[in-house]
């Protein structure tokens, strides 16, 4: 039930370069979006969100960007820095739906070189 | 900034044997929820509660799953006889609504023999 997916396994950056990260969802139903940080032996860690009403929400270095006729989400993080090499997950919660669960994708695991 | 606090952060059992984690979720919130992380995988959905009762499951949360708000602090969750395929990192969240973000705990590490 792969309602979340993260196609990339792994991204390799520059130090002050972009990074993008994608997630593509196949339920409609889902209009809440986030993105978790994963550092090993931690807990995930929120970054930033967005609800289907809006197509990008910026927060500091990290900007959501929600295409919801693509049923796509990308995660830009600019600059990229050393700090930021973790695994990104994406997440999915359908509003209203009755259903109380966030759904995870696969994550990316990002590596920022200096 | 308030934290969920899970314990133990490591687990050891042998096969058969019953577990319990233990998590105190953030006070003022009010939806908790176990998710669990096999080594390398995404991070699955257990379960989620609210009001003392399950509000919703996944396929993985059989019988021998359970969980539990046993005071006003601690939400548990008990694995009556582990078997070998339980060993993952299990994650405890809460959030004040449904519609927020989950705030996690670090985790405990559950090793089956």
């Known amino acids: 039930d792969q309602q979340v997916k993260q196609n990339s396994p792994s991204l390799s950056v520059q130090e002050g370069r972009i990074s993008i990260l994608n997630c593509d969802y196949t339920n409609s139903m889902f209009d809440y979006f986030l993105w978790y940080k994963k550092y090993p032996a931690e807990g995930p860690t929120f970054l930033i969100s967005i609800s289907s009403i809006k197509d990008k929400n910026e927060d500091g270095r990290f900007t959501v960007f929600l295409n919801k006729s693509a049923k796509h989400l990308s995660l830009h993080i600019v600059p990229s820095q050393p700090g930021d090499s973790a695994v990104y997950f994406c997440?999915?919660?359908?509003?209203?739906?009755?259903?109380?669960?966030?759904?995870f994708g696969t994550g990316t695991r990002l590596k920022v070189l200096a | 900034e308030p934290e969920v606090t899970q314990t133990p952060s490591h687990q050891v059992t042998q096969m058969g044997q019953e577990v319990i984690l233990r998590c105190v979720p953030i006070s003022n919130h009010l939806y908790f929820y176990w998710y669990r992380q096999i080594l390398g995988q995404k991070v699955e959905f257990l379960v989620s509660f609210y009001n003392n009762e399950i509000s919703e499951k996944s396929e993985i949360f059989d019988d021998q799953f359970s969980v539990e708000r046993p005071d006003g602090s601690n939400f548990t969750l008990k694995i009556r006889s582990t078997k070998l395929e339980d060993s993952a990192m299990y994650f405890c969240a809460s959030n004040g609504g449904t519609n927020e973000k989950l705030f996690f705990g670090s985790g405990t590490q559950l090793s089956v023999l």
């Open positions: 997440a999915a919660k359908g509003v209203g739906s009755g259903t109380y669960k966030y759904i």
